[in-house]
């Protein structure tokens, strides 16, 4: 199965009826930044969906920094973006690919079987010469029919009986930098350290350069793991964990979820452990 694009297959596609392009650019640092360099200059046709406003739901007790959305309102904002079943759709952001990697699982989620990231993300198509525009897309009119895929998440409660009775499988993933999991550093969360039992597998080092590392490539960093095992990917806040998601995918693993709460919800319960 393919789950990414090259920027020459976009640049060849642009335009057509049955495509639909997503600008998810996003800064934690900056919230705002990603619509407004969306305002600023984008691919042609492409709509905004930011982490904040449009890929998460706001932020209560527990659940994370980013919690899932709220299904029906992602459902009228993905219809307002002219998205239906038939429809092959495009995300990208700057290049980090884990925005991008976040609309793609969330659109997946819920039933869409053709969504893409665009290896690169802007960065490489404004690299390449390929022109951006400041025209803002007419909203569009579309019926999606959500049917979610409850086998891609993983609960709290999920979470939870794997590290009380100390289950080796499902295997969870830690997605974070090394130095987060070991709890050396901690620039976000209150509580340093991993959720006990994760092993740890940087996201960043499915990518090179922007793009998506192959699936042969994908292979050999999940090596150790059994094709036929279920296995749970987390992080910090249910983003930068899709980008393995994604990853696991292309290396051939079927039984993949995501803790989309992930350590910043862990950590919200007080008697939840920590490693």
């Known amino acids: 199965m393919q ?5 020459e297959w976009l640049y060849d596609h642009l335009g057509d009826e049955d495509i639909v392009v997503v600008d998810c650019r996003f800064e934690l640092s900056h919230p705002e930044l990603g619509e407004k360099l969306y305002l600023e200059s984008h691919i042609q046709g492409a709509f905004y969906f930011g982490l904040e406003k449009q890929l998460s739901a706001p932020i209560s007790q527990h659940g994370g920094r980013h919690p899932l959305p709220d299904i029906a309102q992602f459902q009228l904002e993905i219809e307002k973006a002219g998205i239906d079943l038939r429809k092959t759709v ?3 952001d700057d290049g980090s ?3 991008a990697s976040r609309f793609w699982w969330l659109l997946t989620y819920v039933g869409h079987d053709k969504v893409y990231v665009l290896n690169e993300g802007l960065n490489g198509w404004i690299k390449a010469g390929y022109p951006v525009t400041n025209e803002i897309p007419t909203p569009k009119s579309a019926e999606f ?3 979610l895929r409850k086998e891609m998440l993983a609960s709290i409660e999920d979470v939870k009986e794997i590290v009380s009775k100390r289950m080796k499988s499902p295997v969870l993933i830690d ?3 090394e130095a987060r999991y070991l709890g050396k550093t901690e620039p976000i969360d209150r509580i340093p350290g991993h959720i006990p039992g994760a092993v740890n597998k940087f996201w960043e ?7 998506f590392k192959n699936s042969d490539e994908q292979k050999r960093r999940f090596s150790e793991f059994n094709p ?5 990917v987390y992080c910090g806040s249910g983003v930068s964990a899709t980008p393995n998601f994604i990853a696991l995918k292309m290396a051939g693993y079927q039984h993949i979820k995501l803790y989309v709460g992930s350590y910043s919800d862990w950590i919200s319960y007080e008697d939840n452990p920590v490693e």
Do not use: T
């Open 228 to 232: 036929e095992e279920p296995l749970i």
């Open 145 to 147: 029919a959500i049917s």
């Open 97 to 99: 690919c884990q925005y």
């Open 205 to 211: 080092d499915g990518l090179h350069q922007g793009s």
């Open 90 to 92: 495009i995300a990208y």
């Open 175 to 177: 997605s974070r930098a």
């Open 3 to 7: 789950f990414v694009v090259d920027k």
